[in-house]
C-alpha cells in the first residue's frame, strides 16, 4: 500500500553544521514530493519541493534531492541556525491527497 | 498572498456533540482537502473534494464524518456524534489541480477538544 518513511525521527545539530532528513515512499508513480516545515502550534508551510523530472533542487540554505530509481528523496539544510528548528515533514502524493512522512524533530543548538 | 483560513481556532466539545468545522480555501482552487493531527504525530489524510463531490476518503472517515461546500467559498467538516479520540487539530487544504501533484496550502488549523 501506500507508505512514506521518514528518518531520523529527531536531529540535534550545532548552529552552523549541516541537517540532512531523509524519506523513502513505496509507490512508485509518485511525481511530486514536497516538504513542510511545522512550527509548535502552526500550520505546515511548504518549504521546498522537487518534481520527479528533475534530481536536485536547491533554494539558498534549503536543497532537496530525488532518487527516483531507490524510491527515496532527502531535505538538505546548510549553515543552519536556531529558527530552522521546527518539525519537518515530507509527503509523497496519493491519488487525490498527500501521504505523511512521520516527521522529524529538528534542534539546532546555538 | 492568498491564505486558506479556518474558524474557529479553538473548539471545546462535549462527547457526542455535533461540530462544525469551517474553512474558506483559495479562492481558485479547485481542491479540497480535510487532514488531522492528533498532539505530537503526523497529518493524516482525511478527505478530499472536488466538483462538489469526495474524490478520496481515508479509513479514519467514517459515517460519522461529512464536508460540503454550501457556497462559493466555504468549505466544512462536520463530525456528528464526536469522540474522545476525535480531539485533534484539522488542517483544511487546498489546491489548484489534484492527484497529488499540486502543491497543497494549508490553513492555520482548528484544534478541537472533545471533553
Known amino acids: 500500500g501506500e507508505n512514506v518513511e521518514q528518518h531520523p525521527s529527531t536531529l540535534s545539530v550545532q548552529e552552523g553544521d549541516s541537517a540532512v532528513i531523509k524519506c523513502t515512499y513505496s509507490d512508485s508513480a509518485s511525481n511530486y514530493f514536497p516538504w513542510y516545515k511545522q512550527e509548535l502550534g502552526k500550520r505546515p508551510q511548504l518549504i521546498i519541493d522537487?518534481?520527479?523530472?528533475?534530481g536536485e533542487k536547491k533554494d539558498q540554505r534549503i536543497a532537496v534531492t530525488l532518487n527516483k530509481t531507490a524510491k527515496h528523496f532527502s531535505l538538505h539544510i546548510t549553515e543552519t541556525q536556531p529558527e530552522d528548528s521546527a518539525v519537518y515533514f515530507c509527503?509523497?502524493?496519493?491519488?487525490?491527497?498527500?501521504?505523511f512522512g512521520t516527521g522529524t524533530r529538528l534542534k539546532v543548538l546555538a | 498572498e492568498p491564505e486558506v483560513t479556518q474558524t474557529p481556532s479553538h473548539q471545546v466539545t462535549q462527547m457526542g456533540q455535533e461540530v462544525i468545522l469551517r474553512c474558506v480555501p483559495i479562492s481558485n482552487h479547485l481542491y479540497f482537502y480535510w487532514y488531522r493531527q492528533i498532539l505530537g504525530q503526523k497529518v493524516e489524510f482525511l478527505v478530499s473534494f472536488y466538483n462538489n463531490e469526495i474524490s478520496e476518503k481515508s479509513e479514519i472517515f467514517d459515517d460519522q464524518f461529512s464536508v460540503e461546500r454550501p457556497d462559493g467559498s466555504n468549505f466544512t467538516l462536520k463530525i456528528r456524534s464526536t469522540k474522545l479520540e476525535d480531539s485533534a487539530m484539522y488542517f483544511c487544504a487546498s489546491s489548484f489541480s489534484g492527484r497529488g501533484t499540486d502543491t497543497q496550502y494549508f490553513g492555520p488549523g482548528t484544534r478541537l477538544t472533545v471533553l
Open positions: 509527503a509523497a502524493p496519493g491519488t487525490y491527497k498527500y501521504i
Open positions: 522537487i518534481r520527479s523530472n528533475v
